[in-house]
Structures are given as C-alpha cells and as structure tokens.
C-alpha cells in the first residue's frame, strides 16, 4: 500500500506562526502543539472524527515552524461507504494519477471552508491552548518565589482580602495573613512574603502575607549583611503580627556581638526593619543554649533576677522578678511573657519576689535532688560563679573580697560582710546553694570502721550481764548489794 501526498500551496498561517513565536515570546514546541490541537479540534467538529486528521509543519534549518497544512488521509477504494475517510478511484486520479486501490492518499483541508461552529471549536482550542501555555510558563517563572519577598502596589478590595497588582501576576493578601495594624490606599506600595503559588482561570495568583516570621527573617537578611552571610544566626523567630516580634540571634564567632549586628549603629539596622513592619516592636536578644539563661534573655525588655526550673521533663520553669519590672515581664494581656513561652518552648511563670517567698520552693528542690539521685552526670559546682542563675555582680564583688568557693562561702555566711552586697543578696545566694548543690563529705568513709570498732565494742560490752550468786537476779559492776535479796557481793578480776 502506497501513501501519496498531495501538494498545497498555501501558507495562511505562516504569520501567525511567526508573530506567536517572535512577538509573544512561546517556545517553537508549544506553538505547534497548540496549532495542531486547534486543527484537530476544528476537523473534528467539521467531520465528527479526527482519526484519519494528518497535522504537518514547515521547518527551517533551525526546526522553528514556518508554516503548516492540514491533511485528510483517506485510503483509495472502489465503492465509497465513508466519504470521511475512503475516496473513489477515479476521483483519486484526479488528485495524483498514479494512485491505485488500498493506495492512501492524504489530501489538503483548508479550514477556512469549515462551517462556523467547527471554526469557533478551533479557535476555542488555540485559545485555551496559549492560555494554559502562559500560565506554565508563569508558573515556572514565579514558583522559585515562593518564599522569598515580592514588591507590589495595592489594586482592590473585597471582603477583607487585598488584591496586590505585581505586574505579569496578582498577589491576594487574604486577611488572616495581613498584620492588624497596617491599612492601606490605592497604589500604595506592599511588600510581602510569598508564601504559596496557585493557578486560576486566568493565570495565576501568588498568596502573600505580611504576618508570617518569615517576613521578618527575609527582611532581616537585606537590612544586616552578618546574617546573610551566616556570620550571625537568627536561632528563632516567634510574632503577633502587629504587636511584638522576637528574634534569638547567636554567632560562633566570639568576636561578633549578634544583637548588635542586628541592632546596628544607634538602632539604625532594627529601625529599618520596624519601619517596614510599620512601627511593630522587636525584641532582638541573644540565644544560649543554658535554659535558665535563655528564659532570662526572652523575657526582655524585663528585668529577671532569677530562674528555677520547676520540671526539666515537663519544660517548666519560674522566672522572678522585681515587683517593678513585674507587668513589664508579663507584657499587655500577657503579649511579652506568651512569645516568651514559645520563642524557648518552655511554660514560663512569672512571680514577683513576694508572690515566690509564698510558693513551696523546698518541695522543688527535693523532688530536683531526688531526680537527680537517678542521673549519672554529676556538674561539679565549686566556685559561687557556676551557680546556675547566680547574680553576675554578687559573684565578681565576692570574689574581689576573696569568697570565691562555694564551700568557704557556707562555712562563713553568717559572718561575711562585703561593700556592694546586702544582706538580701546574700540570702538569696545562699537559697540557691541549697537547691542546686549537695555537699559530700570526702573523710565520710575513712571515719566509718573506726566509728563502727567503737560501736561493737561498746555493743559488746552492753551485751555481758552479771547475777546474783544467792537469788539469781541481774547485778551490775557498780553495786555492792543485791536489789532482790540483800546480799552482800565484790566484784574481783580474775588473776592469769
């Protein structure tokens, strides 16, 4: 069976081949894919099958499409029963001569002549067509955007949910991820964190938020070089949009200060980034991996004098302060010690000096030294400076007065008297020395079998009893009658 082509002339659609992949910028394999699903979706209408529909391009040397025809491939017969895809002998001559029965013979359509409902289907499909093609190709120009800032102007607004213009694409800031304090006007400017990428009917939508961390963390990385090089390290972030902002920020290198890296020459740093989160407070403070230290630092702007932990286990711990710095550590319902909370992932209570005087903190030290009975790493405390909590300035003016061990400080508390720390400071000292640290007497065992002849020997001798040698009763070495009978008695050794 031969298959036989017959030639046309005609380049319809060589324009409009060449403006797609010129003006619009569509890739040479998406034009002839959506060109030959236009004409397949035309022919099929006009013939209802597309089965025997033959799509072939004109290429140049560089395999970009000039041009291109549609075919119907029907096979040579004699005696047509489908029209749609058998021709008759005779008439198949008359197209290319030389053609036989079972030859095929695919023979130009020009859908131009189509009726309008096949046209329409065809223009409908290549519409469909370039607009799927555009969305994948935003698609693929914005999905690496996603988490990272994006800068838009502000278009509408409708039922809470700001529609952002960000030229190919539209931004949507739906109202759970829009800070509260923040309203804006037509044309104003926004920017956002990209946290989503979506597609619609007519393209696609970038979701956006202004509430998220994250935006802060990004923000952050192009106001202070440190962090975008790594050199500081943003450990976590924790935000009530509109409210507060805390960052905990370390560094390996000893020679760099974290927070003041973010903080910059006079605020100038952290002033930028409040202003673009439109005048939201930021705490930024110093990551430590000592819990009781980290609890201190998070509560800022407060003043902690001290840490307990309550229950290692349970992650709860006691922070207490002055009464002064008491609704500072708290914060306004409770905004500063809740971000707190979760910034250490630890529950935090705040007491006053007066409301933790009332609480049982006895019971907590026992049940921290019982827990530790259990626990085979032992910390050696020796010096006042390895208290966990300890009062940095009480430890220095300490140890200038040559008080430096724990142990020395125990044997003369009640006698020690240094400028600069109160009798109150000393007390408080002492309290954590008794929760955090046990003395062990290192003579204790060497003392034992000495203390253990004595005891036997003493036992021993309590042990032997004397009688009396009339009526039989129990005498001792110091009587000289017996208390039953009367008789007279002298105790003797006995002579080797």
């Known amino acids: 069976m031969a298959r036989k082509k017959v030639q046309d002339n005609s380049s319809s659609m060589a324009e409009a081949i060449k403006e797609l992949i010129e003006e ?14 236009m004409l397949m979706a035309a022919y099929k209408r006009a013939h209802g099958t597309n089965e025997n529909a033959v799509v072939v391009f004109d290429e ?10 549609l075919y119907s491939r029907k096979e040579v017969i004699d005696g047509v029963y489908d029209p749609v895809t058998e021709i008759e002998l005779e008439e198949a001559r008359q197209l290319s001569p030389d053609c036989e029965v079972g030859d095929e013979l695919d023979i130009p359509e020009d859908p131009k002549s189509y009726d309008r409902s096949a046209v329409s289907t065809g223009k409908q499909s290549g519409h469909q067509g370039l607009n799927e093609s555009y969305k994948d190709s935003l698609y693929e120009e914005y999905k690496d955007k996603v988490g990272g800032i994006i800068i838009g102007y502000f278009q509408r607004e409708r039922n809470g949910t700001i529609y952002v213009d960000l030229g190919k694409v539209e931004g949507v ?28 009917q007519n393209g696609i939508q970038l979701i956006l938020s202004r509430a998220a961390p994250e935006l802060v963390r990004s923000i952050l990385e192009t106001e202070v070089p440190e962090v975008l090089d790594g050199t500081v390290e943003i450990n976590k972030i924790v935000r009530e949009a ?15 200060d974290p927070v003041g890296a973010c903080v910059g020459l006079k605020g100038v740093r952290i002033q930028n980034v409040i202003h673009e989160l439109l005048g939201e407070k930021i705490d930024v403070l110093r990551y430590d991996p000592e819990p009781t230290v980290f609890i201190k630092n998070a509560l800022s702007p407060a003043e902690v004098s001290r840490v307990i932990i309550l229950d290692q286990d349970k992650k709860q711990a006691l922070a207490i302060v002055q009464d002064s710095q008491f609704s500072l550590a708290i914060g306004k319902q409770g905004l500063n010690v809740r971000l707190a909370n979760r910034l250490c992932d630890w529950n935090i209570d705040v007491k006053t000096e007066e409301q933790a005087a009332e609480l049982d903190l006895s019971e907590i030290a026992t049940r921290q030294n019982a827990q530790s009975l259990f626990n085979d790493d032992y910390e050696e405390i020796a010096t006042i400076a390895e208290l966990p909590g300890v009062d940095e300035r009480v430890a220095a003016l300490l140890k200038e007065a040559g008080i430096e061990d724990v142990q020395k ?29 046990e003395f062990v007497e290192e003579d204790a065992q060497e003392q034992a079998p000495s203390q253990n002849a004595e005891s036997e020997q003493a036992s021993s001798e309590d042990s032997e009893e004397y009688h009396c040698p009339e009526c039989g009763a129990v005498i001792t070495l110091d009587m000289t009658h017996c208390p039953k009978c009367g008789v007279e008695f002298e105790f003797k050794e006995d002579e080797e």
């Open 242 to 256: 509109g409210y507060r902002t805390k960052i905990a920020v370390s560094s390996a290198r000893e020679d760099i």
């Open 60 to 69: 140049d040397e560089n395999g970009i499409p000039t041009d291109v025809t």
């Open 409 to 437: 400080f125990v044997d003369n508390y009640e006698s020690i008297n240094v400028e600069g720390v109160s009798k109150e400071d000393l007390e408080k000292l002492n309290e954590l020395i008794n929760q955090n640290v």
């Open 173 to 200: 800031l739906p109202v759970k991820y829009q800070s509260p304090r923040e309203k804006y006007e037509k044309g104003e400017r926004i920017r956002a964190l990209v946290t989503d990428i979506a597609k619609t």
């Open 24 to 37: 619009k910028g569509y890739s040479p394999d998406t034009v002839k894919k959506i060109i030959e699903n």
